[in-house]
């Protein structure tokens, strides 16, 4: 009886490991589909204990790297940390970056910002579903008054995040074609 009852427990907690690795699955999935997350997220373990973070896992920790590329998960072991050099950061320590190195960084935020665009107009239409579901199952015409305040300041709130976005847009775009237009200098 002893043996049975220990038997189950050993499955019980195998079942809930197992559990646990699927739910850690789940929340990495989950936050490596969404857009604005990086492509790479750190496992850490210490003492059978792990912790997921988008950020370098402490000394006292053993790190793995998870990357996230084209419906593609690659975990590795990664105990040596690594030292990443934020562009901005080269920049403001005048180290220097070269020029299509930068055109490269600001075609990619361009990109990023125009997936962000395509992301709010998602959301928009999204919350506009929302609200007339409410006002559906809450019996109100569509000119109450109530109603078309919140259509209103959510259009306007969706409209201030496309219009800052756009001006962003348009800037990288200015500074690229200066960029671009600026002669590279000859090495002496």
């Known amino acids: ?22 739910l850690a699955a789940y929340l990495l999935s989950s936050l490596l589909v969404s857009p604005a997350q990086a492509n790479s997220i750190y496992k850490c373990v210490k003492d059978n204990k792990v912790v997921f973070s988008q950020t370098i896992c402490p000394k006292e920790f053993s790190q793995h790297k998870i990357e996230y590329q084209l ?78 305040a919140e259509v209103k300041d959510m259009n306007s709130y969706f409209d201030d995040l496309i219009k800052n976005n756009q001006s962003t847009i348009d800037l990288l775009k200015a500074h690229k074609i200066q960029i671009e237009a600026e002669p590279i200098p000859e090495d002496k």
């Open 1 to 22: 009886m002893a043996r049975e009852i220990h038997t189950n427990t050993a499955r019980f907690y195998t079942s809930l490991v197992n559990l646990g690795y699927l």
């Open 71 to 148: 419906g593609i998960t690659t975990e590795t072991d990664s105990d040596k940390h690594e030292k990443k050099l934020d562009p901005l950061q080269a920049l403001l320590s005048k180290k220097t970056i070269s020029k299509e190195k930068l055109v490269h960084l600001l075609n990619s935020e361009i990109y990023r910002l125009n997936q962000e665009l395509s992301y709010f107009d998602i959301l928009k239409s999204s919350e506009l579903q929302k609200i007339e579901r409410k006002r559906y199952w809450e019996k109100k015409a569509k000119n109450n008054p109530e109603y078309l």
